[in-house]
């Protein structure tokens, strides 16, 4: 069945460094939404991404889709502590709106 | 205006106890999910609404769960009975479908003990 892996399960940064997080898909994407989880929260929509080779910038995020469409990176520049959390990708599948969650990144960030 | 709403937000019960969660979507939203997360095996879709009607339950674990959306505006996910294993955080979602993929707006969950 359909799957999305995310790499690393968990990265731990000092204040400061970068972080990035890779999402690999074991299907052709039609696109590829990300979401963000504070610990205690709920998943909280990023953004979707939808072109080949599509790239696309929140402040210090930058979001990347490959060009083949089976693969996306999030990365962050100069990690803050409020960037602490789950970052998944989702996959949309057919039919109605379903996602397919990836399996998730949580990031610590020590001040 | 309000986001998805879910209650209880946490739930405490004993094992072979019935457990009613409850959601109501984003007001004009016509598409709604129910998922489950735990450590072990991630964020799950377990079930989702198109216009009130169920597209797709193949998540649903067993015939212990079952989902309803009477109307537009409420769902309810039911397991029946509870058992330890259901210990989880159970999100409920939705958003407004147009034909492509749009976001999903997240309820706040309801984090379920069954003891």
């Known amino acids: 069945g359909q799957q999305v892996m995310q790499i690393p399960q968990y990265q731990h940064v000092q204040e400061g460094e970068d972080f990035t997080t890779y999402c690999n898909s074991s299907t052709t994407l039609s696109n590829i939404q990300w979401y963000k989880q504070r610990p205690g929260g709920h998943p909280v929509f990023l953004i979707q991404?939808?072109?080949?080779?599509e790239v696309k910038k929140q402040k210090r995020l930058t979001f990347q889709f490959g060009e083949a469409k089976k693969n996306s990176s999030l990365h962050i520049t100069a990690t803050q502590t409020t960037d602490v959390g789950t970052y998944f990708c989702?996959?949309?599948?057919?039919?109605?709106?379903?996602?397919?969650f990836g399996t998730g990144t949580r990031l610590l960030v020590s001040p | 205006d309000a986001g998805v709403i879910q209650s209880p937000r946490h739930e405490v019960t004993e094992m072979g106890q019935e457990v009613t969660l409850r959601c109501k979507p984003i007001s004009g939203h016509n598409s709604l999910f129910w998922y489950r997360q735990t450590m072990m095996r991630g964020l799950e879709l377990l079930i989702y609404f198109n216009n009130n009607v169920p597209i797709d339950d193949s998540g649903m674990p067993e015939d212990r769960f079952s989902a309803k959306m009477p109307n537009a505006s409420f769902s309810t996910l039911k397991i029946q009975p509870s058992e330890p294993r259901d210990s989880a955080v159970y999100f409920c979602a939705s958003s407004h479908s147009r034909g492509s993929t749009d976001t999903q707006y997240f309820g706040p969950g309801t984090r379920l003990t069954v003891l």
């Open positions: 989702a996959d949309p599948n057919t039919g109605f709106q379903k996602l397919v």
């Open positions: 991404l939808v072109k080949s080779g």
